[in-house]
């Protein structure tokens, strides 16, 4: 399917970006990531897609990661900043 005009800009901004932009569903899993992740983080973006930064960290962190980025959903927050693997 064609992407639409909107969809291309927001697509060339991402990449003009040079940041790691994603989204997520309700349960913070990852449905979007930018290419910069491979930059970033040395990581490829398809075997991350359908996962969260929740499957990589120990509990009870990543249920609290979890809990926290449903409530930043439900208050319709939609940036959020992060920091890097090594903090």
């Not at 040079?18 to 398809?46: M, N, P």
């Not at 990661?65 to 890097?84: I, Y």
Request: proline content about 7%.
């Amino acid at each position: 399917p064609e992407r639409s005009a909107a969809e291309q800009r927001l697509s060339a901004i991402v990449r003009a970006s040079g940041e790691f932009i994603w989204e997520t569903d309700l349960d913070g899993r990852w449905i979007a990531l930018s290419d910069q992740i491979s930059e970033v983080y040395g990581l490829e973006k398809q075997p991350l897609l359908g996962k969260g930064p929740h499957d990589f960290m120990p509990e009870p962190a990543a249920s609290g990661l979890q809990q926290w980025l449903r409530e930043q959903q439900r208050l319709r927050r939609g940036v959020v900043h992060a920091v890097d693997p090594d903090g």
